[in-house]
């Protein structure tokens, strides 16, 4: 499925310190960088799925129309029911567009539950607003 990027992969002396690079061909190739897209990168390259994330928050060319969400799992945001906003994302078959990341808390427990989309704050998430969310912001439907 990735053979392109694997025939690039093989051409280089040392593909982490060519990570940027090949990144952007892979962008280039498969016009997005998925999850699989990213665990078999860091596969051919000998690094960590984390370390492949991490370069693509860097560089935010990277990202294209994946969206980081950020889900507070603070006591208040997951007694307010921060696990049911995580099982809505996913059902709405968004693996591919979006990258779903849980934080500890960061203080806005007044306002639980939190999310962050990036880095754009939304507090009170209840089901109506978050609907709201996946349609405008996300323009996942």
Known sequence: ?????????EDL???REDIL??????QGYYGKL?????????KLCNMSTEEIRETIEFFPFLIGDRKRIEVCKGFNCSIKGAD???????????????????????GRCKTAPNIW????????????????IIE????LR
């Open 1 to 9: 499925m990735f053979k392109e990027i694997e025939k690039y992969i």
């Open 13 to 15: 002396e040392d593909p």
């Open 21 to 26: 690079e090949i990144l952007l061909a892979a």
């Open 34 to 42: 998925t999850n699989e897209a990213i665990e078999y990168i860091g």
């Open 84 to 106: 049911h906003i995580e099982e809505l994302l996913f059902k709405e078959d968004t693996e591919d567009r979006i990258d779903l990341i849980e934080t500890p808390c960061r």
């Open 117 to 132: 989309i990036d880095d754009i704050h939304y507090p009170e998430v209840d089901l109506e607003k978050l609907e709201k």
């Open 136 to 139: 405008e912001v996300l323009k």
